[in-house]
Nanobody, 126 residues
């Protein structure tokens, strides 16, 4: 079973920044998209951003575009989520996931991803 391991979460003040990492254990996930989601208490899991298996292309949810940046150096390196100008409403458990790219559409739904990490807590509070 492939493991995805997130790290980098924590407590940050409003307006601050955090960088989350997703370790793919060296697996390439060729033809997969690597995505970041979050889930706040009492809410559904929300898509944030996704990146192609080699890091060449990205796609963002409108809610975080311009504040969050997804990246990776190459297919075997971790996937990062740089989060800037954080707000209290960004408080959630953040998950990394891998899902196959089918056709020309980016996978943005929870069910489109078949590998998940355990999540890392991000709390934005003064």
């Amino acid at each position: 079973q492939v493991q995805l391991v997130e790290s980098g979460g924590g407590l940050v003040q409003p307006g601050g920044s955090l960088r989350l990492s997703c370790d793919t254990s060296g697996r390439t996930f060729r033809s997969y998209a690597m995505g970041w989601f979050r889930q706040a208490p009492g809410k559904e899991r929300e898509f944030l951003a996704t990146i192609s298996w080699n890091g060449g292309s990205t796609y963002y949810a409108h809610s975080v575009k311009g504040r969050f940046t997804i990246s990776r150096d190459n297919a075997k390196n971790p996937v990062y989520l740089q989060m800037n100008s954080l707000k209290p409403e960004d408080t959630a458990v953040y998950y990394c996931a891998a899902g196959p790219i089918i056709g020309s559409s980016w996978p943005t739904g929870v069910k489109e991803y078949d590998h998940w990490g355990q999540g890392t807590q991000v709390t934005v509070s003064s």
